[in-house]
């Protein structure tokens, strides 16, 4: 597989201005702005209906935009769609397969509609069955594959044309854990290629791990496009430490509650989320192990509370869906 063209370290992939998109009457889009930074692995985050799928659509020229602009790598969607087509894959969220064909076949049939040669095929087909570990099942029937491994050919398919950025529409939906993860080191794998990845997905904790970029939509609107990292580290009022203690947390949590500087205490899966107003005169991180230790508590764990990505979704969305 080539190598994508070197894109300048700050030119985004992709960018969203004023895009507004209606569906007759009804406003999907309401305004949407947001950059895909080049080489990045983006999720793309909202409830049902929020226009994630709608979105997708226009990056990839299946819909036309109404107002605003869309660009790929600095080419308009709009006018210079065949271009666009050639850079980009989109897998979308709900894709038929040809069933009676061989995974082989059917990589083949795409390979073949980009216009490649036929020794082309044979080597591109090769490279991307090896990627997606499909090399082993090239000539069973798709009807016959589960539904990860379907996944998997669906994804071949999108890389036959060797795509510098690929729109993946819920990949993960539907796979077991295991297929998930290997989907995910896959799309790693795809990332350290130099391939920009857009990743919708509603499986929060996994974009955590996996993007390094992320865009949340809510009802046609943007609610937030930045750095992975800086949603987790977004704190509410107190910086929050997560204190593990050696047994059980029967009552703890009140008697930590009393102490003085901590604001407000949660139980978390075995451990307690502090919230914690420093006063240099009362506290600082030893004052509060102090505090534990003071109640007979054996802390085996003391870390700075990421808040979790689940939470900043639920912050920055609305109730219901649309
Ligand atoms: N072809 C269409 N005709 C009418 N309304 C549509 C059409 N496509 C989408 N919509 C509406 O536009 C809104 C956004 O839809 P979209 O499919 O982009 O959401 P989504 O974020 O992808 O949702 P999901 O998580 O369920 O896939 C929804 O309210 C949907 O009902
Ligand atoms: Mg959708």
Redesign the pocket.
Not at 46 to 55: D, L, R, S
């Given at each position: 597989m080539t190598q994508p063209t070197k894109q300048a370290a700050t030119e985004p992939a992709v960018v969203l201005r004023g895009v507004q998109y209606s569906?007759?009457k009804?406003k999907?889009l309401v305004d949407i702005n947001f950059d895909v930074p080049a080489q990045s692995l983006h999720g793309f985050v909202?409830?049902?209906?929020?226009?994630?799928?709608?979105?997708l659509k226009l990056i990839c020229t299946l819909l036309k935009p109404q107002t605003g602009k869309v660009q790929v790598f600095g080419k308009d969607v709009a006018t210079d769609y065949l271009e666009v087509r050639r850079r980009l894959g989109f897998m979308p969220?709900h894709f038929s397969m040809y069933r009676q064909m061989t995974v082989y076949e059917y990589l083949d049939f795409f390979a073949a509609a980009y216009g490649l040669s036929l020794a082309t095929r044979t080597k591109v087909l090769d490279e991307v069955l090896e990627l997606t570990d499909m090399g082993g099942r090239r000539g069973d029937l798709i009807n016959g594959l589960s539904r990860g491994m379907q996944q998997r050919v669906g994804l071949a398919r999108v890389l036959v044309n060797d795509p510098d950025i690929l729109l993946l529409?819920?990949p993960a939906s539907g796979l077991d854990p295991r297929a998930r993860i290997e989907l995910m080191d896959v799309l790693r794998a795809l990332r350290g290629m130099g391939k920009t990845i857009i990743i919708?997905s509603?499986i929060l904790s996994e974009l955590a791990e996996l993007c390094d970029s992320v865009t949340i939509?809510d009802r046609?609107t943007i609610k937030y496009c930045g750095a992975m990292q800086s949603l987790l580290d977004h704190q509410t009022d107190f910086p929050t430490f997560r204190l593990t203690p050696a047994g059980p947390l029967n009552g703890l949590a009140e008697k930590l509650g009393a102490s003085p500087g901590i604001v407000s205490v949660e139980n978390v899966e075995g451990s307690l989320d502090l919230s914690i107003s420093f006063d240099p005169e009362i506290l600082d991180t030893n004052g509060v192990l102090k505090a534990a230790m003071d109640l007979g508590i054996t802390v085996t764990g003391f870390s700075r509370a990421q808040r979790h990505l689940n939470q900043a979704f639920m912050d920055l969305t609305e109730k219901g869906v649309?």
């Open positions: 569906f007759r009804f999907a909202g409830p049902n209906g929020a226009g994630k799928t709608t979105v969220d529409d819920e919708s509603h939509i046609g649309r």
